[in-house]
């Protein structure tokens, strides 16, 4: 039986990497439904797993290692090669779910834009196989499980999880948009797209946003954690920008700034010529503004006997806004006391 999960493990990688359909069986994820009855089904999945005393969202769940660590640790592992005397538990997202059989169902498990592939088989399951089936079939695409296996490769060397266990620890009710299939590969400042995937932009490399999975672009500002949970190029922008701040930070703490929180709201709309939002203490029984600039402020923080002071913070401005205008954007500034911009 081990080797023909084998064999039915290394077809159901080829299904994953696109070349042949995904399978559907009694348990897969239903996604043919419409979405309203499909958050249906899952609200009665939940009343029907207390109902049987197993809580649907427990709240806790001890995890050994990050899927990205997991991945770093085993990738040496050859095809084939299974770690049996070795026990490792970690969570992530479903983002796909393939069923070869009642008794073997594959997932993709996503954390912090990482995948590890899930094999779960009722021949090395704690499960008893009267409820494998039935504890698989509840899982669906979106929801977060816990996973306690232990580490291997396929024959055909996608590395996986054997899972011994899984523990649903969150369900998605809503329907996620489909997914597309596709890897994609940076090589020497260069990125190959293959099937049309973006999981791997990079700073410098343009972004091909026909081959995100959500493609609507108020949906994805409006709901920017779908737009995370589905589209993984995305995760990259958000840490690119946090870096870019990191390194603004860096360079002027360096160089002996002091970073200071000024106020947000203030009595004056002072610092720059913008229409400012306007707002009401209640305690106070007054309008204030928010800042349009911290400007004013930090001048007075020089005027004190600060010479380098910088703020990084939010700004406000109540005008027209379009994808590279935002009535709220971050914004740094900096003084410095005895300099002259053309001075180095």
């Not at 995904?22 to 348990?27: C, F, T, Y």
């Not at 008893?128 to 695409?141: D, G, L, P």
Request: with cysteine; charged share 25%.
């Amino acid at each position: 039986s081990e080797r023909l999960m084998e064999q039915e493990g290394d077809n159901m990688d080829i299904a994953g990497d696109g070349i042949l359909p995904q399978q559907h069986g009694p348990a897969g994820d239903g996604e043919e439904t419409d979405p309203t009855q499909y958050y249906e089904n899952r609200l009665k999945m939940l009343d029907s797993l207390r109902s049987a005393g197993v809580e649907p969202y427990p709240h806790k769940f001890d995890i050994a290692i990050s899927i990205a660590d997991y991945v770093a640790k085993y990738n040496s592992l050859g095809a084939g090669e299974h770690l049996l005397t070795v026990t490792e538990s970690l969570a992530g997202r479903v983002m796909s779910k393939r069923v070869s059989s009642s008794k073997l169902f594959f997932y993709d498990l996503y954390g912090d834009g990482v995948k590890v592939q899930v094999m779960a088989g009722a021949s090395y399951s704690e499960v008893a196989e009267t409820e494998f089936y039935k504890c698989h079939s509840v899982v669906k695409r979106g929801d977060i499980v816990g996973i306690i296996g232990y580490p291997g490769r396929s024959s055909r060397g996608e590395l996986s999880i054997f899972a011994r266990n899984l523990i649903l620890l969150s369900p998605c009710l809503h329907m996620l948009p489909n997914q597309r299939t596709g890897r994609c590969t940076a090589v020497a400042g260069k990125t190959t797209r293959a099937k049309a995937d973006a999981d791997c932009w990079v700073p410098g490399i343009g972004r091909n946003t026909e081959a995100y999975v959500l493609k609507d672009q108020e949906t994805r500002y409006r709901q920017r954690y779908l737009d995370l949970m589905v589209n993984h190029q995305v995760r990259h922008i958000f840490r690119t920008r946090s870096r870019v701040i990191s390194f603004i930070r860096r360079f002027l703490d360096e160089r002996n700034f002091l970073e200071v929180e000024t106020p947000m709201m203030n009595l004056i709309p002072g610092g720059a010529s913008a229409k400012p939002f306007v707002t009401h203490h209640n305690e106070l029984n007054m309008d204030l503004y928010m800042r349009i600039a911290p400007e004013l402020h930090l001048k007075q923080l020089v005027v004190g006997g600060l010479d380098r002071v910088y703020e990084i913070g939010k700004q406000f401005r109540n005008e027209g806004f379009d994808l590279t205008h935002s009535p709220e954007f971050t914004g740094c500034e900096f003084y410095m006391a005895f300099m002259q911009t053309t001075m180095t």
